[in-house]
């Protein structure tokens, strides 16, 4: 899958004290970063588990690296027949994913404490999506769409509103897909997806802030443990590249902060301070269903974007339209099969988080409430009704289409600790001082749309109110 490149501008001693210490250089954690570093008094400390720079075949936006065998994901304790990664690395999932950068809809933020008003996410937002932005986000073009891609546009646009391709917001209706991706080279024309890379969040905002003398990123880092004094944070133990003896290296810090992901963070402080988690062990999280509905195509494509365009429903339904057979992303075996998928979005099924061994989450999916279960099937109903139209007829191998009997994870694991509730509207974790989360666990609500934007958006609003000194 590649190797990582520009090893030296992470490499170094690892520095004993820090004003803060950042844990994760993903989506969120990048971002934090270079916020917080803009302020030349501050000290920054950035520790990531996994190694540096994504290449270009890592970052290729026809491909899924997300085997057990790829450097670049953490395999999770899942249950039988299903497969929980994250991305590690500099850049997290945004190395990984399928280069989806949708905004939530204005009204998912109804419930969110104060200071999170949709004027406020507005400003925050427009950081990341604007068009000459630094996640080089914009809609994507015809040439993303392969003839499955393009029955399902017709067949949508004249059943549902359709959004202006100009319009940042999501609606209720058909939304062709928000990319974050740049061109290879400069003589690539946008929309030729052969010439097209992920950007990642390590690139967008980390990369360009490593020259600053108070921001250090270290690599190959594994934290142990959050070190404590009572009820106060005041560094970390962690395992890695340097290490002197068995015991691992202390961190201390004026304040931590975990940007580790949703299960990532959950590892850390189910092992480290189980006291914040309760008598129970195990943190609940939300969770994204999907239903597959798979079908036989007439011919083979080139392979293109993973998910270009979808349709959002008024109760809650994401309707994905998939470019290919996954195996194809991840492994690069042509298949004969493509899925649209039916996700509920707005109903969330829980996901029970403990500490598993290696460092890695045991990731348990709850049996799911008839009000969850009974839109996903009533909407892959209308799928099957779909594929079988007449926009599909060049597209679906007669009675090829089946629903999957299986509702799978959708890979969005959030709100384990959700703002207003176990931390405050900036990350802070209730009860403990010091300690921060920034990311997708302190999601309070789901959304609409998936979470990668929107975990990126609120680790730089809450970057921004930091540096003002709230």
Not at 91 to 96: D, L, V, Y
């Amino acid at each position: 899958m590649g190797t990582p490149v520009d090893e030296t501008s992470v490499a170094g001693e690892l520095p004993r004290r820090a004003d803060v210490v950042i844990v994760g250089a993903g989506s969120a954690g990048s971002v934090l970063a270079d916020t917080l570093s803009r302020d030349g008094t501050r000290s920054v400390l950035l520790l990531e588990q996994g190694s540096g720079w994504p290449d270009a075949a890592v970052r290729d936006l026809r491909t899924l690296p997300i085997s057990a065998s790829s450097g670049f994901v953490t395999v999770h304790d899942a249950p039988p027949g299903q497969t929980v990664v994250r991305g590690r690395g500099l850049g997290g999932s945004s190395a990984i994913n399928g280069g989806y950068f949708l905004r939530w809809h204005r009204d998912d933020f109804a419930g969110w404490p104060t200071g999170w008003g949709v004027d406020d996410v507005e400003r925050a937002y427009r950081e990341l999506d604007e068009t000459d932005g630094p996640m080089s986000v914009h809609p994507f073009g015809e040439d993303d769409l392969g003839p499955a891609a393009r029955a399902f546009e017709r067949f949508w646009s004249t059943r549902v509103p359709v959004r202006d391709v100009t319009d940042r917001w999501p609606i209720i209706g058909l939304n062709r897909v928000l990319g974050n991706n740049e061109l290879l080279d400069n003589n690539a024309v946008l929309g030729n997806s052969a010439h097209r890379l992920r950007t990642t969040s390590a690139e967008a905002f980390l990369r360009p802030a490593l020259a600053r003398p108070n921001l250090f990123v270290r690599t190959g880092i594994r934290v142990h443990e959050i070190l404590m004094a009572g009820r106060r944070a005041t560094g970390l133990r962690v395992t890695g590249s340097g290490d002197t003896g068995s015991g691992g290296t202390d961190i201390a810090c004026d304040e931590v902060i975990l940007c580790a992901g949703t299960l990532g963070t959950a590892g850390i402080l189910l092992r480290s301070i189980p006291e914040v988690i309760g008598p129970s062990g195990v943190l609940v999280a939300g969770e994204h269903r999907e239903v597959l509905v798979g079908y036989r195509r007439r011919s083979p494509d080139d392979l293109r974007p993973l998910l270009p365009t979808v349709v959002h429903t008024d109760d809650g339904i994401e309707i994905r339209c998939y470019s290919d057979d996954f195996e194809r992303y991840v492994t690069g075996s042509a298949g004969g099969s493509q899925a649209v998928g039916v996700c509920g979005m707005l109903q969330a099924g829980p996901a029970r988080l403990t500490s598993a061994s290696g460092g890695s989450v045991r990731v348990r999916f709850d049996d799911l409430d008839e009000s969850v279960v009974a839109p996903l099937w009533a909407t892959a109903s209308d799928v099957v009704d779909m594929l079988a139209s007449a926009e599909f007829d060049d597209v679906v191998v007669p009675d090829s289409i089946s629903v999957d009997p299986v509702i799978r994870s959708s890979q969005h694991a959030f709100g384990s600790l959700p703002m207003g509730v176990r931390t405050d509207w900036l990350g802070g974790v209730v009860g403990v001082r010091g300690l921060r989360v920034v990311d997708g666990s302190i999601l309070p609500s789901p959304g609409r749309s998936g979470p990668h934007a929107t975990i990126m958006m609120t680790a730089r609003r809450i970057g921004a109110a930091l540096a003002a000194g709230y």
